[in-house]
Structure formats: structure tokens, C-alpha cells
């Protein structure tokens, strides 16, 4: 008897699926953009182009970034069990 070897085959969206994007995708784009400038790969009169893109994609990452919480003033708990002794 033989035995059928499957090889894997990586899944495959459907054509009509919908392509998804994410703010991940727009920051590496940024990243490539910088890491291309650094190297010399675009020309003079294409920087302004590049770097308007470059700003918006940096402008919409910076926007939909999750937002850090800030400190509050109020003491905590531990600093006012300090100062009661």
C-alpha cells in the first residue's frame, strides 16, 4: 500500500473577500518610507510627495494609537499610610 503525502497548503482569502488593513499595516508603511529615505531611494523632486504621504499615514497611526492614561494627582493609598505614623 502507498501512503498519500498532503503537503499543506496555506489558506487562501476568496477573491471577494474584502482586504483588511489595520493601523499596524499603516505604521510599517511609515517605517518603510523613513528606512527608504535613509537609503537615498527617492529622487529630489519626489520627497514632497513621499513625505506629504509619509505625514498623513504618521498623522492617522498617531490618531488611532491607543491613548496612555495619565496620572492623577489625588494620593494613593500607600503615600497617605506613610505620612500617618
Known amino acids: 500500500m502507498s501512503e498519500e503525502t498532503q503537503t499543506p497548503t496555506p489558506e487562501v482569502a476568496p477573491e471577494n473577500a474584502e482586504p483588511q488593513l489595520s493601523v499596524q499595516h499603516i505604521a510599517l508603511v511609515t ?31 498617531e490618531y488611532h494609537a491607543p491613548k496612555e492614561e495619565k496620572p492623577t494627582d489625588a494620593p494613593s493609598a500607600e503615600a497617605t499610610e506613610e505620612t500617618s505614623e
Request: net charge negative.
Open 31 to 61: 517605517q518603510i518610507i523613513d528606512l527608504s529615505s535613509e537609503r537615498g531611494a527617492f529622487k529630489g523632486p519626489e520627497l514632497t510627495t513621499v513625505g506629504q504621504v509619509r505625514d498623513a499615514f504618521a498623522a492617522f497611526v
